[in-house]
């Protein structure tokens, strides 16, 4: 093939890819593949092929095919040349391992990618490999660290005006700072991404509305959340991507059942875990297993409820993803409690608090000793609990800037409900 034809097949490619013809793209980025070889010394058909690949892995595993994905992204690894294509087919195989869950593989990769870059001064290398560490660790349950990398990631895409990259970065620290309970600092974080993601695309835009409706939903601020996840979800449904309508449809889910909506909601919550398997992404089936269980909870469905719970509690064993274990540990607790055994789910309970103190879930940990201090016997003890519950109430609350933010989350039914019985 020659140049002038390899150069227009991408563009058509590239083209289709934009105006969302996923069919079309794949049809033309797998054409170029075929009719070119891997094994060429031309540096254009060399350049057009690792184009391909990567662009092609990154729309599979938007389209749910991660599988496929990793094999493009191996494929570019076994035509990289150059250090930094190298260093760049780690970054894409790591970051696509962390999207299928194996965090393992993908945090050993990563570090590989790490080593490379800083060893060749490759600078945006080294800031993308800081990025995926980060993500490894958030979805390990690791916040603290994985806030350390991506704040070591951001000065790098900063320094070279990548706005992609800075509106990722900052995305993933709203996201940790969110699991965190420091909310204020998540909504400042996703507020910061929304405007690079506001230049970036139409994407981007939806997922990082997506996620500053979750940090208000964290508050119980959900008529705000509701909004922010109703204009995402018109974003996502326009680029016909259903990877991304996965995690809104959770969201929406969660805030319909607290609005009292509760069929509505749990028809969102069961099309997200629905879309979740379909399109491999772990980390949201984990979380709508959590609000499923939590949601059948209100609807008085305790054995489906506590299979929601079981099913995530042992994904997240398996994967030694504490955080999320402590989100099984809480829910199988209530399901526990709602069948009257308190002994069983005092212990839970007592894991879960261990768990959520060890990968910092603050927002998760004022629940779990609220729940305590309800099943409790002894009334010292069921104190203690409560005085904690407050203390870290206090502490998510305290730094809001906003007040009627700050009002909404301590006039929460929830949270009201423990600050009351504390004062009595």
């Known amino acids: 093939m020659n140049q002038s034809n390899l150069k227009q097949m991408l563009a058509q490619a590239n083209t289709a890819l934009d ?73 894409l195989i790591g970051n696509q391992l962390r999207h299928m869950g194996r965090l393992d593989e993908a945090l050993s990769t990563l570090q590989e990618a790490l080593r490379l870059a800083q060893a060749n001064s ?28 991506l704040e070591k990631a951001l000065p790098g895409f900063v320094k070279i005006g990548d706005r992609e990259q800075q509106m990722r970065t900052r995305n993933w620290q709203g ?50 959340a509701r909004q922010y ?26 805030e319909l059942v607290y609005l009292g909506r509760l069929e509505e909601g749990l028809t969102y919550l069961y099309q997200a875990l629905s879309i979740s398997e379909e399109t491999g992404q772990l980390d949201v089936k984990l979380q709508s297993l959590y609000s499923l269980a939590l949601a059948e909870l209100q609807q008085d469905n305790v054995e489906m409820a506590q299979s929601h719970a079981q099913v995530l509690r042992e994904i997240a064993e398996e994967r030694n993803a504490h955080a999320y274990v402590a989100d099984a540990l809480h829910a199988l607790g209530l399901c526990y409690k709602q069948r009257s055994d308190t002994n069983m789910a005092m212990q839970l309970w007592q894991q879960a608090s261990f768990l959520a103190h060890e990968t910092g879930q603050r927002m998760l940990l004022w629940q779990i000793h609220g729940a305590l201090a309800d099943v409790t016997p002894e009334d010292g003890l069921a104190q203690v609990h409560r005085r904690i519950a407050a203390e870290v109430i206090e502490q998510i609350a305290y730094p809001i800037a906003d007040d009627k933010l700050r009002q909404q989350f301590l006039n929460a039914p929830p949270v009201k409900r423990v600050l009351t019985q504390l004062e009595n």
């Open 19 to 91: 105006e969302q013809n996923y069919a079309l793209a794949q049809t033309h980025y797998r054409r170029l593949l075929a009719e070119t070889s891997a094994q060429t010394t031309d540096p254009v058909t060399h350049s057009a092929r690792l184009q391909a690949w990567e662009k092609l892995g990154d729309l599979l595993y938007k389209l749910g095919n991660q599988e496929e994905a990793l094999s493009s992204f191996y494929a570019y690894q076994q035509e990289a040349f150059t250090a930094a294509q190298k260093n760049n087919a780690l970054a």
């Open 122 to 149: 490759d600078e945006v290398g080294v800031a993308a490999a800081y990025l995926g560490i980060g993500g490894v660790h958030y979805q390990a349950g690791r916040l603290e660290e994985s806030l350390v990398y």
């Open 175 to 224: 996201i940790a700072y969110m699991r965190l309970g420091q909310t204020d600092k998540a909504i400042s974080a996703f507020t910061s991404a929304l405007k690079q993601a506001r230049l970036v695309n139409i994407r981007a835009t939806s997922i990082v509305l997506g996620n500053l409706g979750q940090a208000h939903q964290e508050l119980f601020d959900m008529e705000q």
């Open 229 to 254: 996840h109703q204009e995402a979800m018109h974003l996502a449904e326009g680029t016909h991507l259903i990877g991304d309508i996965a995690d809104l449809s959770r969201n929406l889910g969660v």
